[in-house]
Structures are given as structure tokens and as C-alpha cells.
């Protein structure tokens, strides 16, 4: 190998391709994908995304999506956090230190950084951090718009639904399930209130027509399942039954269906089944033999043509479902993505600590001060580990347009005459980021900082990469 220092240098080029996105003025990426392109400017979607042929790259995009998995946000913070203890790792070992204590002291560093993290204690106030979580990635009167409808849900009964060549500002909550699908018939209208059926019969019909072995069989078969399904038909009308849910397209069912004036959709996909009954109230109905009271919801139910989709509600709906509006797909896909970290993040709230890069000025001043007391090889290491944090707060003032050098240098000075808050901001160069909402989970920079050096650790103790055999070998 030529290159001593290849697979650090792998991993500082993730950093490299997802710096420029980071903060609320990060630009966005455009990634040419096999099922079209993608616009975004999360750091997860961007890595996810890519095509990647190699270990250091898989381990980047692992690294992503833990963060994204965990906490829902800070994917482009553990990114760059990672690629930049690659980089200073690069300095240590050109001073001739060994591997092993480059490992050593960014483990001793982590302990400290999440230890002092662990001592700071500031309660959420859940709007803020939804700001600062929809940050970068939509406009702020869009983000307020959405946050304030999210906060009337509950993000574990919260579905979302996209409709795009719509106003993003029309974008609403509504108690109840929205999904991509149709009426069966043109001769049911377009809405429908009353009780609700949901018929699950799959499994029940294939089972049946699997034991038929003759063609006299199967006529005889074809006649039961005629009768049967006149005889749904004639049960959901004596049950009252105004809207139907099934599975099964069948000529003969939906024709009984439409002379009985049911409002009735085609629905094979279980989940959005499952959904419509929570929604309504509804128990999902498997053996036709048994309907009864005990399965039926209660719903109105609204086909709306032009966008093809149907909507459940009722005021005692167990599920809410935001309807996204916007643009165009891919604005949409993007600002979903933004829902879901948002989402992510109120699932897990616990205190916060001042964004704006101020808390990693915070860290990395205190590591630098521990350094010494550690003394020896690891000192230094250490000291590389502080001064990687700095590349939040640097590539926040960076994307921001401002003289990041000076930015950094006078938010540190603050830092140590104890403005322990003050942090980057795009109109006044740096501010207090409390006073300003803009805080985040404490528990997200946890995970950043954690998994960021586990994967620097690990790429640091490769000492060479071995193709596997390959199966034709
Ligand atoms: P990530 O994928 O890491 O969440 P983002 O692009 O969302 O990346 O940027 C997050 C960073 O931007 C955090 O350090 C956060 O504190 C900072 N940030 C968010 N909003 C603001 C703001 N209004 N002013 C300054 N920094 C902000
Ligand atoms: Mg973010």
C-alpha cells in the first residue's frame, strides 16, 4: 500500500461532502439516485444515499444511520465530528505517536465530554428544540406552521401523508388516516359517513382455493364464493354498515357492494388496514362467518379524486395524520424527512443543552484543561480530541458566511469568562443561543460525540483491509 494513511483519508472525504450542510444556513445536495433524484440536506439521506464501495464508507454510513435511528437528528454533526478526529489523528501520528494511545486518549477524552454532559441539566421547552431540529432544512414560517401542528399530536399516534402541487401552508392535521386509494365504483359517491367494516379475507379465500383439485370442483368452489359474498354483503347491510375496507378485488362483490350503496375501497396493504382500524374503531374482520356488532367503527370517509386519496376521520380516532402539502416530490420527500427527525427527537426529550456550536466550545475548553492533568502521550491526544469538537461551531459560522476563524477565536474567549451559552448566529455573529431557542437534546450530542469515536477508533485500529474470497474464486 502506498498510502499509510488511505482509510483515515476515506473517512475525512465524508466529512468533506457533508460539511457544507450543516446549521440553518447549510445548502442542500442533490444525489443522483437509480429512482430519481434526491434533494435534501440531511446528512443521513445524503451518506444512505450514496453508492459505496468500500469498508470505510460502510462504516460512515452505519455511523449515519445509528444517529438517525437513535435520535432522529445530528447525523451531520456525528459525521463531521468523526471525519475531524480522523484528520487530527493524521497530525498525531505524523509527530510519530503510535495508534494505540491516539485511541487511548480520544477514549479518555469521550469519558470526560460525557460526563460533563451528564452534569448538565437544562428542561426542554419542546418548541425550541423543534425549531432548532427543523433548522436548516425548511423555512422558517413553514416550520413554525408545522410545528405548531405537530404539537397537537402525539408523536407515537402521529401518521404522515404527502400531496405534493400543494401550498406547504395548507398543510394540516386531522384526527384520522389518509391514504393513496380509490372507490370501487363511480356509482358510490365521493363521501360517506357511518359505521365502518373492515374485511381481511385473504388468507381465508387462498386457503380454500388451494385444495381444489378438479374443475367441477372449482365451479362448485366459484358458486360458494358467489353466494358468500352476497351473503357479506346482505350481513354488512343488516349491520348498517355505510363504509367498507376490504381485500379483495372481485367483479361480482363490488357489484353487490355498489347496489348496496357502500362506500368501499380496495385495500391490500396491511398496515394501512390496521391504521384505517385504529382510526375508526373498526376490528379487522378475517372470518365472514362472524361479523358482528363487535368489529364495527364508526368514520366519515371522503374520496377525493383529483389527488386519488382517501381520508378516515372521526373525533375519536386513536391516530392523527398530518397532511404534508408542498411543491414538488422531492421539496416534499425533504420536508418529511425533516418531520421525522423532529418526530424522532420528541420521542426521546430529555434536558437539552445551548446549540449554536456552544456546547462543543464548552467541551472542547474543558478537555483542554483536563489534558494536563493526564499528561503524557494522551495529553496531546486529547487535546486533538478538543480541538475537533471546534468544527461545529467553525463550519456553523463557515455556512453562514461570516470570518469563521474570528468567530471561533472570540467565542472562546467568551466561553472563558464563563458565557458558557454564547454560540454562533448568522445575523449577529454570535449570540446567546439559550435566550434564542436554539437548544438541543442532550442526548443527541451524546450519541454524536459516542459514535463519532467509536468509528474514528475503529477505522484508527485498522491496520489493513482484506478482500474476501469471492464466490467464483
Ligand atoms: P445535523 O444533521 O447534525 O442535525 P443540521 O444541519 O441540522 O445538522 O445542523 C445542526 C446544527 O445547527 C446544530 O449544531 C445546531 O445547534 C445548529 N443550529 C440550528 N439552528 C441554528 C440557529 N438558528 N443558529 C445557529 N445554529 C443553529
Ligand atoms: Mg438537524
Redesign the pocket.
Given at each position: 500500500m502506498d498510502n499509510k494513511y488511505q482509510y483515515l483519508q476515506l473517512g475525512i472525504q465524508f466529512g468533506e461532502l457533508v460539511k457544507a450542510?450543516?446549521?440553518?444556513k447549510?445548502m442542500n445536495k442533490l444525489v443522483m439516485h437509480q429512482s430519481g433524484p434526491i434533494l435534501t440536506?440531511?446528512?443521513a439521506t445524503i451518506i444512505k444515499n450514496l453508492k459505496i464501495d468500500n469498508p470505510i464508507g460502510t462504516m460512515f454510513r452505519n455511523l449515519a444511520e445509528s444517529q438517525e435511528k437513535a435520535v432522529g437528528?445530528?447525523?451531520?454533526?456525528s459525521v463531521l465530528i468523526c471525519a475531524q478526529l480522523l484528520e487530527n489523528a493524521i497530525n498525531l501520528l505524523d509527530k510519530g505517536m503510535h495508534r494505540i494511545n491516539i485511541i487511548k486518549g480520544y477514549e479518555m477524552a469521550r469519558h470526560a465530554a460525557i460526563n460533563y454532559l451528564d452534569t448538565t441539566n437544562t428542561k426542554p421547552d419542546k418548541e425550541q428544540v423543534m425549531r432548532?431540529?427543523f433548522?436548516?432544512k425548511i423555512s422558517p414560517k413553514i416550520s413554525d406552521h408545522l410545528t405548531k401542528l405537530i404539537l397537537k399530536a402525539n408523536p407515537e399516534n402521529l401518521r404522515i401523508y404527502k400531496q405534493d402541487n400543494k401550498d406547504p401552508m395548507k398543510s394540516e392535521l386531522i384526527n384520522g388516516f389518509a391514504f393513496s386509494g380509490y372507490t370501487i365504483n363511480d356509482r358510490v359517491p365521493n363521501e360517506a359517513t357511518g359505521r365502518v367494516a373492515v374485511l381481511d379475507l385473504t388468507t381465508n379465500m387462498e386457503n380454500a382455493k388451494m385444495s381444489v383439485q378438479t374443475s367441477e370442483e372449482l365451479e362448485k368452489v366459484n358458486k360458494t364464493f358467489r353466494r358468500f359474498k352476497k351473503s357479506i354483503v346482505d350481513k354488512l347491510q343488516e349491520l348498517d354498515v355505510k363504509i367498507l375496507f376490504y381485500t379483495d378485488t372481485n367483479p361480482e362483490l363490488e357489484s353487490y357492494l355498489a347496489d348496496a350503496g357502500i362506500f368501499s375501497v380496495v385495500n391490500y396493504k396491511r398496515d394501512e388496514l390496521d391504521n384505517v382500524c385504529k382510526a375508526t374503531g373498526a376490528t379487522s374482520i378475517s372470518d365472514p362467518d362472524i361479523i358482528d356488532e363487535r368489529h364495527i367503527g364508526y368514520a366519515k370517509a371522503v374520496y377525493e379524486r383529483d389527488s386519488r386519496t382517501i381520508f378516515v376521520t372521526d373525533k375519536r380516532s386513536k391516530l392523527k395524520t398530518l397532511i404534508l402539502k408542498g411543491s414538488t416530490k422531492q421539496v416534499l420527500d425533504e420536508t418529511e424527512r425533516a418531520v421525522d427527525d423532529v418526530l424522532g427527537v420528541l420521542r426521546n426529550l430529555g434536558p437539552v443543552v445551548p446549540?449554536?456550536?456552544a456546547t462543543e466550545i464548552s467541551l472542547s475548553l474543558l478537555l483542554k484543561k483536563h489534558a494536563p492533568k493526564i499528561g503524557g502521550k494522551e495529553q496531546l491526544a486529547i487535546e486533538k480530541f478538543a480541538e475537533a469538537l471546534e468544527i461545529?461551531p467553525l463550519q456553523?459560522a463557515k455556512n453562514c458566511g461570516l470570518d469563521a476563524t474570528k468567530i471561533l477565536a472570540g467565542l472562546k474567549t467568551l466561553h472563558e469568562k464563563g458565557e458558557n451559552v454564547m454560540?454562533?448566529?448568522?445575523i449577529y455573529e454570535v449570540s446567546n443561543a439559550l435566550d434564542?431557542g436554539?437548544v438541543?437534546p442532550i442526548h443527541l450530542k451524546k450519541h454524536a460525540i459516542n459514535s463519532a469515536t467509536d468509528v474514528a477508533n475503529l477505522i484508527l485500529k485498522l491496520d489493513d483491509i482484506y478482500r474476501g474470497q469471492d464466490e467464483s474464486e
Open positions: 450542510t450543516l446549521g440553518p447549510g440536506n440531511d446528512g437528528d445530528g447525523t451531520t454533526t432548532t431540529t433548522g436548516s446549540g449554536a456550536g461545529i456553523l454560540g454562533v448566529d448568522e434564542r436554539v438541543e
